[in-house]
């Protein structure tokens, strides 16, 4: 549980009034199964509190935990768009630069083949 301080305080009047009873019953000598059915009582009311609030809590725990995974899938898809245009990005840049290279002539070709078979 996040907050010590609500489980305390859902808790604090039951255990104040458990206490007056132990302190009735040391007094006044009140039968056993009057503090057991005072206890049935207090564990009832006491538990579905906390229940309720421990399932309170979960469900915001849940809601935190989908939004925090969808962020961080939001910034993973991010990143890897911006990877893939990167990729893409260089992968034009090398296209250019090969296209910019000035094409081999004819001419040259046969000459540095006369030249290969010469030597």
């Known amino acids: 549980m996040r907050d010590e301080y609500k489980l305390t305080e859902l808790t604090a009047p039951y255990y104040g009034q458990l206490r007056e009873l132990a302190e009735l019953r ?3 000598g009140f039968p056993y199964d009057f503090m057991k059915k005072f206890f049935e ?3 009832k009311n006491c538990l579905f509190g906390l229940k309720y609030l421990f399932k309170v809590e979960r ?3 849940r809601k935190e935990y ?4 969808r962020r961080v899938n939001e910034m993973f898809s991010r990143a890897l768009f911006e990877k893939l245009e990167a990729d893409e990005k260089t992968e034009k840049e090398e296209a250019d630069e090969a296209e910019s290279e000035p094409p081999v002539s ?3 070709a ?3 083949d006369r030249e ?3 030597k």
């Open 41 to 43: 009582v207090f564990r």
């Open 66 to 69: 989908k939004e925090e995974r």
């Open 59 to 61: 469900s915001f725990t």
């Open 110 to 112: 046969v000459v540095s």
């Open 26 to 28: 040391e007094d006044y």
């Open 116 to 118: 290969v078979a010469e």
């Open 106 to 108: 004819k001419d040259m």
